[in-house]
């Protein structure tokens, strides 16, 4: 598979042994729902830039095609809070 055909489909389309945007998408959500029904007050999740992105996709409702757009810097840390029923975004990319 060429790289143009892939970075014209990447949420459907898988590149050789990994998985597509949307799988990943599942994979993450799912989890992250998992981690919302827990009585917990704190987490702290260690993880890469991409599935950092695919929570903030998520969380702000955008199209899972505009993921490309959310810079994660590399060794950076961002914090999402539950406040009530909402998430919120408390800050992306601090050192």
């Known amino acids: 598979m060429e790289l143009h055909q892939w ?3 990447f949420t ?3 590149p ?3 998985e597509s945007y949307n799988d990943l998408f599942q994979r993450c959500i799912t989890f992250w729902e998992k981690l919302m029904e827990q009585p917990i007050r704190q987490a702290y999740i260690v993880t890469h830039g ?3 992105r695919v929570l903030l996709v ?3 409702g955008m199209p899972l095609q505009n993921i490309f757009r959310l810079q994660v810097d590399y ?3 961002s914090m999402i809070h539950f406040t009530g029923n909402q ?3 408390g800050y992306i990319n601090r050192r």
Do not use: D, F, T
């Open 7 to 9: 970075s014209q489909q």
């Open 87 to 89: 998430l919120q975004i």
């Open 16 to 18: 050789p042994r990994g």
């Open 58 to 60: 998520h969380i702000l």
């Open 75 to 77: 060794n950076s840390v």
């Open 12 to 14: 459907h389309v898988a």
């Open 50 to 52: 991409e599935v950092i």
